[in-house]
C-alpha cells in the first residue's frame, strides 16, 4: 500500500463513519420529504445530522445547510450572498483562494460586479488592513478569505480582517470563508472570528466526499441558486443525500472533538517530515509561513526542490510508493503553474517546481518514515544518474 501524504486532496473515510454510512444505507431509509414512515426516519436521521453539526460548530441547527461539498457552498455563498445585494455592492477576495471561489469572482466581474482580489505577501498572506482598504473603498456586499490555504497552509489572520471590517460604516459587507482546511485541525470559533459565513467539506475531515457544509448565521440574506423541491429552507433544494449526510455528521463531530490531540500530533510529524526532507534534499525551500510560525496548518508542507518539476516528481514517487500532489490536486490536470504560488511572487518555473505534502488522521510515524526513505531513494538516484 502507498503513503498517502496528500490529505489536503481528500482523506481516506474513518472506519466509523463508514459504518455510520452502510447503517444508514442499509436501513433504506426514504425521502425525507415523503410523509410515510421511512420518509419520516430519514427526515429524522437529516434533522439529527443537522443538530451535531451545529452543536460541532458551536451554531444554531437553522444555519446550516447540506450541500454536495465545499464547491457548491462557495457558490452558494458567494452568488448568494451578492445577487441578494444591490447592483452597485462588490465583493472582495484574495489573489490564493479556491478555485470555486476564484471562479464565482470572475463570473460576477463578467456580470458587472465589482471585484477586487487582495494580493498576498511572499508567505502567501493578505493584510488584514488592506482587505478592510479593499472593503472601504466602493460598497461591498461580501469579503471571502480562506481560513486555511489548500496549497500552502497559510492562515490570514480572520479575525484581524473582521476588526477591519467592523470599522466601516453600516450596512458592512458579510464575511465568508472558505474554511475546509482548517476544520479539525485548528480551533475553529466562527462567530468569534466575526464571520457571518464559512464552507466545510466533510471527505477532507475523514467523511464521504460528496457532502459539504454552508454555514449561515441568521439575518444573512443569500438568493437561492437552484430552484426546486423547497430542500433545505429552499437554499438548496433536491433530495437530501441521506447517509452521506448522517456519515459526514459523524466525521464532523470527531473531527471536532479530536482537534486538540490531531493537531499536536501532527505538527510533530509534519516538523519531523520537514527536518527529514531539509536534511536529504539539497536546496529544498520551505514555501508559505515559517515552520515555528502560528500562521500555519500544522499537516501542510508545500516545498520547492530547485530543479524538479513538481508534476513529473510526483509520477515518480507514486511509482515508489507515496502519494504527494504538486500545487492544488483540483487544478492537477492543468498545465498552467499554481496560481497560489505565482501570486506569492515566484516565476512560473519556480511555481512548476513546488509540491505538497499533506498528514491527517491516518498518518502514522512509520508513513513519515516510510515516505522519507522514498525520498531519499529518489534523490539518491536521481544524483548517480
Ligand atoms: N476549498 C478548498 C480550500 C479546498 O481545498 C477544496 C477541495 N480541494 C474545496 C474548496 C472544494 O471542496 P469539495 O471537493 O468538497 O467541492
Redesign the pocket.
Known sequence: MSVHLDH??TTPMRPEVRKRWLEVVDEKLGNPSSLHASGRRARATVDDARACVAAALGVHEEEIFFT?????A?NLALFGVLEAAAAERGLVTTSVE?S??LGPAKELAQCGRRVTLVPVDKEGLPEPAAVGRAAAESPVALVSV?A???ETGALPDLAAVAEALARLPRPRPRFHA?A??ALGRLPLRLQELGLDLA?F????LGGP?GV?VLWRARGVTLAPRFHGGGQELDLRPGTENVPGIAAAALAIELAVREQPALTQRLARLTRGLWEGLSASLPGVRLLGPPIESSRRLPNTLCVRVPGTDGKVLVTRLDLAGLEVSAG???ASGALEPSHVLLAMGLTRDEARSGLRLSLGWSTTTEDCKRALAVFHAEFSASRAT
Not at 454536495?68 to 457548491?72: D, F, I, L, P, V
Not at 467539506?201 to 477532507?204: D, T
Open positions: 489536503n486532496s454536495s461539498g465545499a464547491t457548491e462557495n479556491h470555486s471561489v480562506t486555511a490555504n489548500n472558505d475546509v482546511q464552507s467539506s466533510a471527505h477532507k466526499p459539504g492544488s490536486a483540483c
